[in-house]
């Protein structure tokens, strides 16, 4: 066997893996169960003690001292100490240990389990086996992987070396698990829709487009899932929900990854504010599960997730933190004055919509820490939303803020096919005229309404985002397993190590 980029140290042991090969031992072992976990020897020790259990788990540790040495070993649950010692093992297999055994390896042993003189609890080895040999040196001798992009590149490592990084993804994974419970207490039936799709509908945004052979025809990786939710309340489901992954074809930083997972809901006969209430305490009971405390720190603020959360006008923030209106806005000689005066650069055509999204974002959304509702949403930027009942250049839509971040969009849906037929046009001239996120008319969808679909409510939740705040990192890369990131080539690798 041969493997490249080895360094000195690799290189030895590799050599012994082709050692132990030669040999008739197996460097990658078989199975070994156990009955216990690490961290259940350690909590259960009164019953335990003085008895004979298994362990195992990846060596993190190896103190020797002669005739005798100290190992740590890890599991996914936590650590613990063995002890290996001449006298229990024999001559052959305590040599063999020295000689073949390295940090990083995995190993299952047997022993009896006790307290050293300084009251660690150790498991006193009375047989061991090699489970799977380690030919590359664990980074920085254990003591922790630091550069940021050779974390996220290989997590792998990352999880080794960083216990909290572990321990962050198991959090993730709590979030997640909560959420779906609360929506399954909640009557909500939980439904798959389509990865691939003919129309990048349900959101405006760029889409990544792929071929499909057998059809003959380009799809597109999803946007959003909404568009065939709603064709689901259509056809007679009341509650329905997906916690899945959507797909945008744009830019990558600390807040945006192209791939994200995203909770989307449905609630028939419902609308807009019963889908606030939905979140806050969804929110706040995730939050309190997570943490035990609906409190949490993110970017140097405490966050507090307790109800109610604050409750904001669209047009109300905009002039609040713009200083400008909606109709200034949508006078495009008089937007392009307010655009210079707030220097605020566009890279998308000058549109309303365009216009209004822009300014909302740079100069509205980061001003809200604590859990914030903004709501009534102007119709250019909404065209899957209902009209509010008193001004028709409104709708019943709300988003919610976080942290500056935007973390929840929500609205009481179109029902209308006709309004909706006229806003989808809409939306197809703006994309003519060069606007690549503008949504494209689904006559498919269209048709769907008009068999009818009765009020709703619907809702889209970004978990990266709010891991990122219940967990309070600043970046959304920490809380992606496998963040998307520009690849590298295989001879800059040497480069990284």
Not at 247 to 263: A, C, D, K, V
């Amino acid at each position: 066997m041969e493997v490249p980029n080895l360094n000195e140290v690799e290189t030895k042991r590799l050599e012994l893996f082709n050692y132990l090969k030669a040999t008739g031992i197996d460097p990658y072992g078989k199975r070994f169960i156990t009955k216990y976990n690490n961290l259940y020897l350690k909590e259960h020790f009164e019953e335990l003690q003085n008895v004979e259990v298994e362990a195992k788990g990846r060596i993190i540790a190896i103190r020797g001292h002669g005739k005798a040495s100290f190992i740590t070993i890890r599991d996914f649950y936590g650590d613990i100490q063995l002890y290996f010692r001449l006298d229990n093992l024999g001559e052959e297999k305590y040599n063999f240990f020295k000689k073949a055994i390295d940090i990083g390896d995995f190993i299952g042993v047997k022993g009896i389990l006790f307290k050293t003189h300084t009251g660690e609890i150790t498991i006193e080895v009375k047989d061991f086996t090699l489970l799977t040999k380690a030919i590359k040196v664990l980074p920085e001798k254990y003591h922790g992987l630091k550069d940021p992009e050779l974390r996220y590149r290989r997590r792998y490592l990352d999880l080794i070396a960083n216990r909290s990084a572990l321990e962050l993804f198991v959090k993730r994974s709590k979030i997640i698990k909560k959420i779906r419970d609360i929506f399954d207490r909640e009557g909500f039936l939980e439904v798959e829709t389509p990865m691939l799709q003919p129309i990048a509908g349900g959101a405006s945004a760029r889409p990544f487009v792929t071929y499909y052979n057998a059809l003959d025809q380009e799809m597109y990786l999803r946007i959003a899932p909404e568009l065939y939710l709603k064709r689901l309340i259509v056809g007679g489901f009341e509650k329905v929900y997906e916690i899945n992954r959507n797909f945008r074809n744009e830019g990558i930083s600390i807040r945006h990854n192209p791939e994200f997972t995203m909770l989307e809901a449905y609630w028939a006969y419902a609308d807009y504010t019963d889908i606030m209430d939905l979140v806050e305490r969804t929110l706040c009971e995730t939050v309190t599960y997570v943490n035990n405390s609906p409190k949490t720190n993110f970017m140097g603020y405490e966050i507090d997730f307790t109800p109610p959360f604050r409750r904001i006008k669209f047009t109300h923030a905009l002039k609040e933190f713009a200083g400008v209106t909606l109709e200034e806005l949508r006078d495009l000689s008089t937007a392009k004055e307010i655009l210079n005066k707030l220097e605020i650069k566009m890279d998308k055509p000058e549109t309303p919509a365009n216009i209004i999204n822009e300014v909302f974002d740079k100069k509205v959304e980061k001003n809200f820490i604590q859990p914030t509702f903004v709501y009534e949403f102007p119709i250019e930027i909404s065209p899957l939303a209902k009209r509010t009942p008193y001004d028709p250049h409104l709708t019943d839509r709300f988003e919610l803020f976080i942290g500056g971040l935007e973390i929840a969009n929500a609205f009481s849906e179109l029902n209308d096919p006709q309004d909706q037929y006229e806003r989808f046009y809409e939306q197809m001239e703006a994309k003519k005229k060069g606007d690549v996120e503008a949504q494209e008319m689904d006559i498919d969808y269209i048709e769907a309404m008009e068999y009818g679909l009765p009020p709703t409510g619907g809702l889209g939740i970004g978990i990266d985002r709010l891991v990122m705040i219940i967990t309070g990192q600043d970046s959304i890369r920490e809380v992606i397993l496998f963040p998307q990131l520009k690849k590298k080539e295989v001879n800059e690798r040497k480069e990284e190590e």
